[in-house]
């Protein structure tokens, strides 16, 4: 970790324009570093603007936003299920006992509810709303605008994200020539970013192996209750599977551009398919044509008056979720689905 950026103020240093070998260089000699890391902050950061790329805000020329509240939800939630769940440590033992500000603040959070630290197994989605929140902010305050804001900032060379504290901003200005080779290459750096961790994390976790670790990191942000999502848009009258258009019975929700790429949950990715279908497109991106399908039905969806909805639009734009699509593919994700029964429709 670069000691010199962890207290910076600010960042406002103009970007200049970068190649796409330039913004690999400097995320990777960040993720590497040479120096003995302390802690695992800036993984998951970075980890958390990864699987938040869907909720940049585009709407600009230069530089695009993401605010704190969506990277430190997703900080906090990754962190409850390793530490709490997966019962992995992130700090050393013998430094006299001590434990991490991450440990620290999730310690506390779980003995001001009553939560016992060593059997809490339920998932961060277990936790009410309010709770999630709570634990957000504290972990925005304490961890992420405090310690890896300006770490991560100083070790990309100061060409990464804006951020002011003094002009008291809500998040970081992504430059847009990193936005793009982040969506562009974003498995690559899912990869690096997880071999690094992997390895600081073995060093601690001494009875865990690469493997196991690999896939709690992985799993760290998936959820399991998508019930929201498919009452939804069953309410919204999607009563036939999107890709076949056989009448749907026990209905299955489906990624439309697959979790293992994007590691989010939008409704504005959902889409209802029978078992089958679902089942037979995996991991699998369909042809273009149900992309346009997909973009007409968000665009009668964000219509619905309805608070859920509302919420999870707001960051839509069809652009992005097509810029998507097409990053997914450049990713090596299978394109053309189609399904089997299609001419029976
Ligand atoms: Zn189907």
Redesign the pocket.
Known sequence: MNNAGWDAKENLIPFSPITDGEVIRSINSALIGNSKRTTSYKFVFFKSILDNLFNVDLNSDSEYFLGFDAISLRFAEIYWNLILRCKLRQMPENSDGKISAIERILFDFCEKYGYSIDETEFAFEGLRNAQQLELSEKIKKSVVTKYVLGAFCADTDWKFYHFSKPKKWHGIFISRDFFIVLAKYRSDFEKVNYFEWIKYLEGINKEEDSYMLASKLDKSTERENLNPYRKTLFEFGQTK?F????NLGENAVDHFIPWSFVKDDKLWNFVL??P??NSKKSDSLTSQDFLDNLRLRNEKLRKMNHDFVQREFKSYTFSKLALMYQNAVFNGYRCGWM?G?RDAR
Do not use: D, Q
Not at 243 to 246: A, D, M, S, V
């Open positions: 599977c890709y076949c258009g056989k398919a029978c089958l279908c399904p029964g």
